[in-house]
Every structure is written in C-alpha cells, then in structure tokens.
C-alpha cells in the first residue's frame, strides 16, 4: 500500500490535485489491462495534506510559513517551519552531508509534484536533530530533492512538539519539558542590510546566531615605478660608475 504526499514545487500554474486523481496516472491505469488491483490500489492510499516549496524570498512574505537558518546534526542548513506538509523533507544533497543511515519504509510514500510527476520515497532518515538554541530535538526526515530551502519541517514535528506558528510576529512557539516556550522568529522581508555595532554583534554571537566572515581580496596591483619608491637610508656607492665589477682573485 503507498501513502500519498503531495508537493507543489514553486509551479501555482499548474493545478494541483492528489495522486488518485492524477489524469495521467489514471490514464496509464486504464491501458494497463488491471483495472481492478488498480481501484483496490486506489482506494487503500491515504490522502495526505500538501507541502509546497518556494524560495526564501518568497516565504518570508508567507505568513503561515517560517523561515529561519538552524543545525541539523550539526551542519548548518535553511529550513522552512511549513503546517501545510504533513511530513518532514530533506534535500538529497544536505542528506549526503549528514552521513546517517537511510531506513527502508515498510509502506513507501507516492510523491506527486505540481507537474504531475509521480515518483516513490522509499527510505527514510531518522537519526536526526534540529538543534534550537542549546536544545537538540529530534525529527525524521523523508528525503528527496527540491529547491529553494535543505530541509522542510512538517505538521509532523510541529504536533509532536507542540509547536504552534505565529503568523503576525513570523515565529514559531515550541513547547521544551525544562521551558516554559521557545520562540523561534523567522526571516522577514527587507530591503537593505542593516549595520550594527561590533558591541550588539558580539552579544549576537554570545547568544548562538550564524554570523559570516568574508574575507576580500583582489588580483590587480598597480605596479609602481622606480621613482615612486620610497628611500628609507641613502648608502655610499659601492660600486662606483668607473668600477666596471668586482675584481678578480
């Protein structure tokens, strides 16, 4: 039996239905000769609530979505707090630098872009942790490959934690057995860096935000002539003009 899970990747043009309904998987099911296994089939999927994916300018004008940037297993990754996926999904490529077993599933998910494209997960990562703070919590991941964030976390997570999204103030409110509440806030909308001073950047960096050193640096120097250089100490010639080199032994 597959358990359905239906994704709609940055495409609202295409209208969007459940892998059931999939004009083209019913098409195929049609001329496949198997008419009957194929509505039994149909009938055993559980329909499940849809995860979009869009990019991190796109969500931070969302308000029933939260983006922000944490650890997973300690490697540092965008994420996207969405109620709207009901499972948890992580990008192939940061699943690769987490270096953790897959777990086979025992029912795998149908997968169903906005394109139509219908495709199985068939594994599942679970030795994971989010860490939040100085708290590391656990989730699993179903992985797949996507654009626009590494990792999404879904109504899965969010109900396990007791996790509640606050769409006026963009954060995220997580209920910690040691914590009253721990709140999350996510990116929002700007139009210009801001500078602050090196004081509030340090108590930043105290408090656990992600900060970037760049470093720049450029190839192309003005050679300068010989008149340009500075003289530091004048010397006496030690070769004299009528001095045509050293003298021989």
């Known amino acids: 039996m597959l358990r359905s899970l239906k994704l709609s990747l940055s495409q609202p043009k295409i209208q969007e239905h459940y892998p059931d309904e999939c004009p083209k998987l019913n098409k195929a099911n049609r001329t496949s000769g198997d008419g009957g296994s194929v ?6 999927v559980k329909r499940t609530t849809r995860a979009f994916v869009v990019n ?19 490697v540092y990754a965008k994420n996207l ?10 990008d192939y490529e940061l699943c690769k ?9 025992d029912k795998p998910y149908l997968v169903e872009t906005a394109n139509g494209d219908l495709f199985k997960i068939n594994e599942v990562l679970v030795n994971c942790k989010i860490t939040l703070f100085k708290y590391n919590i656990h989730v699993k991941f179903l992985p797949m490959t996507f654009v626009g964030f590494d990792a999404i976390i879904g109504l899965d997570w969010l109900a396990t934690n007791q996790a509640c999204i606050l769409c006026d103030t963009k954060s995220i409110e997580v209920s910690i057995p040691t914590e009253r509440k721990l709140i999350i806030k996510g990116h929002k909308p700007t139009n210009h860096v801001g500078i602050i001073p090196m004081i509030k950047a340090i108590n930043c960096l105290n408090k656990g935000c992600l900060a970037y050193l760049i470093l720049l640096t450029t190839d192309y120097q003005e050679k300068k ?21 050293l003298p021989s032994d």
């Open 97 to 105: 630098l987490l270096k953790e077993p897959l777990v086979k599933l």
């Open 81 to 90: 707090f969405d109620s709207g996926a009901n499972q948890s999904v992580i």
């Open 56 to 74: 991190a300018k796109e969500a931070a004008y969302m308000p029933d979505v939260i983006a922000c940037t944490f650890r997973i297993n300690d």
């Open 39 to 44: 509505e039994k089939a149909n009938e055993n």
């Open 225 to 245: 002539k010989l008149e340009e250089v500075l003289i530091i100490v004048y010397y006496t010639d030690v070769f004299p003009d009528e001095l045509s080199g």
